[in-house]
């Protein structure tokens, strides 16, 4: 059995404009979410799921062996949830039943609720703890398998990320692969004028971590870079990619304006934008 | 949500927490010692207010809330005020420990707000949610711990604070609430529960959005015949034993009505003082031992049994518990 999904590059792009698509289409109809956080990622995660790095089986979501991804900056949701849904984890229809009262399509991700949702997150800086927990448990139990974590820029702040980053290296987690959306922009401003991060590689290389830096809206570069880092753990380092990314991407309008962060587009706004991620305006 | 419908409260259109940043930004005008914390997220808890008047006296210290927490702490140290905000499960749950060290054990003069306790956050979900936040500031002895159900309690709950000596804990919402008291000369003070609608037969104890709902099943027992007393109790700490003894005594049963779970939260509470000096038949309404889910507030209300008809039922069992 094979269980990772390679698909063609125009497959990709489609799979990406498809789950940008969702992403909309459920945080309009739920009336809020994070859209904006979430087309800032689509394109890692489309390189994960579809781009033959993430092991899975879809109608085996527990299965032991699978690879591990954690959606530690929770609050993108909409994006773990079409992914998982077009990765055939459960029907497309669920989605548009996100934060609605009895609906398992949480506003942020509770472990299990539903098939593939590898952790609870959505208070920001604990997913890369949760990964290296994994990966220390792998090591145990005899599996081989990778994981990978995704944060956000902002969540970077956390002080947790850096007590994970230096256990990470410690315990020389190099099956470890942390991506970072780095779309410059938290919820309040720009990352550059609230809590500065820069020198970000450095800070990454003096914790003992192996850094990637890419274009994370090119699927094909996002791809390179998670193939290189499995490569790399036979260094034993733990292993980041840097993805420079842009904060609403696909729709110019939300691009331009930060403070679409947390905000649902309503039915006008989401009118246009489903124009242009069509293209067809 | 039809909070004051049936007791025909003034509506506010303004959230509360648009209330709270109303009133910061008044306090800081007032007070230059006054300094502002915030843990990237001003827009929602709207201490960002205070941000574009006074961006020297605002201190955006991002996803970071045990940082926050310390330096907050800190400046106070240094002889400012600091307001350290942020929502009430993340401060709470992230920096439990610095809010025990550097604030309730060191008795600095502090106010942390809580923005978004409570359920009534609705759809960002259970991660998001205080519940619980109550019960963890009330493991902190030192706090004063305010609980505003309208407008014009929050602005002198904001107002006040700083002159209060030690911690003070302010919980605030993401939801509208009605107006209870007006505005101008607001009956309002610290540790004093105040006596929001006058009945003999029994009494709702409630804080924050409980007591519009508790107003609301108050006139409809009215309908029933049952007159029932319903007493804001918006300081939790330090408990205003004399009021709710005062209740007990006179009506004869009491319900209690907290957004919180009820383990450790304001029910207990009461529940102690109650069975201490006037034991009655008492009911309670909040959360029992659940995470809440994503949803509208209304449709949660509803579902985990936080309405007026839910205070009704509570107060009908206690009210028959009272003739038994
Ligand atoms: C511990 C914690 N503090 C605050 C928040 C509120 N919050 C949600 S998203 C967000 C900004 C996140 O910025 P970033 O990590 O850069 O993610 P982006 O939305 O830019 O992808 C904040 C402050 C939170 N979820 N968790
Ligand atoms: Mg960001």
Redesign the interface.
């Known amino acids: 059995m094979k269980d990772s999904v390679l698909l063609e590059a125009d497959q990709l792009l489609e799979t990406a404009r498809q789950l940008r698509l969702d992403i909309l289409e459920m945080t309009t109809k ?4 994070h859209p904006s956080s979430s087309w800032s990622a689509v394109e890692l995660v489309t390189a994960l799921y579809f781009g033959g790095i993430l092991r899975y089986r879809a109608n085996e979501p527990w299965w032991p062996a699978r690879d591990r991804f954690i959606m530690s900056k ?1 609050h993108a949701a909409p994006l773990l949830y079409a992914a998982l849904a077009k990765a055939g984890y459960f029907p497309r229809e669920e989605l548009w039943t ?6 398992p399509v ?3 991700p ?1 472990q299990g609720m539903m098939p593939g949702v590898e952790a ?6 604990q997913g890369l703890s949760l990964g290296l927990g994994h990966v220390l448990g792998g090591r145990l139990t005899g599996q081989k398998f990778s994981v990978f974590v995704l944060l956000g820029d ?2 970077c ?3 947790q990320i850096w007590e994970a980053a230096m256990a990470a290296s410690h315990y020389k987690a190099g099956n470890l692969v942390a991506m970072l959306d780095y779309n410059k922009y ?4 720009p990352i550059s004028r ?2 500065a991060l820069e020198p970000l590689v450095d800070k990454w290389k003096s914790f003992g971590w192996n850094v990637q830096e890419v274009n994370g809206h090119e699927i094909k570069e996002v791809i390179a870079a998670l193939t290189l880092a499995q490569q790399l753990e036979a260094t034993a380092k733990p292993q980041i990619i840097i993805a420079h990314t842009i904060k609403g991407k696909g729709v110019s309008f939300v691009e331009a304006d930060f ?1 679409y962060h ?1 905000r649902a587009l309503n039915a006008e706004q989401a009118a246009l934008a489903r124009e242009e991620i069509n293209g067809t305006r | 949500m039809e909070l004051g419908k049936k007791a025909g409260l003034t509506q506010c259109n303004k959230p509360l927490r648009n209330i709270f940043g109303d009133a910061l930004l008044e306090v800081a005008r007032a007070n230059e010692r006054v300094v502002v914390l915030d843990g990237d997220l001003g827009n929602s808890t709207m201490a960002e207010y205070v941000r574009y008047e006074f961006p020297d006296r605002f201190f955006n210290l991002g996803i970071a809330e045990s940082n926050l927490v310390g330096v907050g702490a800190g400046l106070a140290g240094a002889g400012l005020y600091p307001f350290i905000t942020s929502f009430s499960s993340f401060l709470l749950c992230n920096a439990y420990d610095q809010i025990r060290l550097a604030v309730a054990m060191s008795e600095i003069d502090a106010t942390v707000i809580g923005s978004h306790g409570g359920i009534t956050l609705g759809k960002d979900g259970p991660t998001q949610m205080g519940i619980e936040d109550l019960a963890l500031i009330g493991g902190l002895p030192t706090f004063t711990i305010i609980v505003p159900c309208d407008p014009a309690s929050m602005h002198a709950a904001v107002k006040a604070a700083p002159s209060i000596k030690g911690p003070v804990f302010i919980r605030s919402s993401r939801v509208p609430m009605p107006y209870i008291y007006p505005l101008e000369d607001t009956p309002w003070e610290v540790g004093k529960a105040n006596i929001v609608r006058e009945g003999a037969d029994l009494t709702i104890i409630g804080c924050g959005m409980m007591v519009a709902a508790g107003l609301d099943a108050a006139a409809m027992l009215a309908e029933e015949g049952i007159e029932a007393r319903v007493v804001d109790l918006h300081t939790i700490r330090p408990m205003d034993k004399e009021s709710i003894v005062a209740a007990a005594k006179e009506t004869g049963a009491v319900v209690v009505a907290e957004e919180h779970l009820l383990h450790g939260g304001v029910g207990s509470n009461v529940a102690r003082v109650v069975a201490e000096s006037a034991p009655v038949p008492m009911r309670f309404v909040g959360l029992r031992d659940v995470y809440v889910e994503s949803g509208a507030p209304a449709d949660l209300v509803k579902k985990y049994n936080l309405t007026a008809d839910d205070i009704c039922t509570a107060a009908r069992e206690a009210y028959a518990a009272k003739g038994a």
């Open positions: 739920a009336g809020s979410g929770g996100l934060r609605e009262v009895g609906s949480q506003g942020h509770i609870t997150t959505g208070s920001l800086g902002g969540e702040e956390a002080g938290q919820e309040t401003g609230e809590i403070t947390g």
